[in-house]
């Protein structure tokens, strides 16, 4: 089985540039997550995704970060215009709709260095 | 709204040592828990889950029990290798297909 994908793996840009990232989840899997995971800590979740709609975006900064899932398969996450405290890795999971306790499946990240 | 709090880092271990790494948590209702493991150059991967109380995970050597009256998920294994050196993240996640609340993981380090 194929896992989650994530491209870029890197990318780095200057403070006020935008940015894209792309996911495409495992075959099947009705629910994505994209996490940000900030140097010594551990990932919080920015925003899920049910199919093509939103589930939970209560923590996304909304006046700058953007995602969609047009076809309820993959996925982009956009950051408009970047700021400093944006640097992180930012990773993509997905699950199997339902079930409680279903586990998260979860890509490599792409990390984000802002100068 | 919910956290979850793990001992901080790095543990550092002799190879054969047994492991404690302390987890609790804080949720509304009966979260599930979990625990993923990242090791070097690796992504997140799933290590072993509970999702009622009493339940215990295991994996590789490793268990958790699911403890509602201390809120707590705390990892061990009897016996660690230098292969088991890696961050471990303890986690929970509200029910259904919640997104997870993660500790700040814990770097273990296992010495020969």
């Known amino acids: 089985e194929a896992g989650v994908a994530q491209s870029p793996r890197y990318k780095i840009i200057e403070k006020r540039q935008s940015v894209a990232f792309w996911c495409n989840p495992i075959s099947g899997h009705a629910t994505l997550y994209w996490y940000q995971q900030i140097l010594g800590q551990g990932p919080k979740l920015l925003i899920q995704?049910?199919?093509?709609?939103?589930?939970?975006d209560s923590q996304l900064p909304k006046d700058r970060f953007s995602a969609e899932r047009l076809k309820g398969v993959d996925s982009t996450l956009k950051i408009q215009p970047a700021k400093l405290e944006d640097s992180a890795v930012y990773l993509c999971?997905?699950?199997?709709?339902?079930?409680?306790?279903?586990?998260?499946?979860f890509g490599d990240g792409t990390r984000l260095s802002i100068l | 709204g919910d956290s979850v709090t793990q001992m901080e880092g790095p543990v550092t271990l002799s190879e054969e040592a047994f492991l404690t790494i302390n987890c609790t948590y804080t949720a509304t209702g009966y979260p599930s828990l979990f625990w993923y493991v990242q090791y070097p150059g690796e992504g997140l991967q799933l290590l072993l889950k509970a999702t009622k109380a009493d339940d215990k995970g295991s994996n590789k050597g490793f268990e958790a029990t699911y403890r509602k009256e201390t809120t707590s998920f705390h990892l061990e294994k009897g016996s660690v290798q230098v292969s088991d050196s890696a961050v471990y993240f303890c986690?929970?996640?509200?029910?259904?297909?919640?997104?997870?609340?993660f500790g700040k993981g814990t770097h273990l380090i296992i010495q020969p």
């Open positions: 999971a997905s699950s199997l709709e339902g079930e409680r306790g279903q586990p998260q499946h």
């Open positions: 986690a929970s996640s509200g029910g259904g297909a919640d997104g997870l609340t």
């Open positions: 995704f049910q199919n093509n709609g939103v589930v939970d």
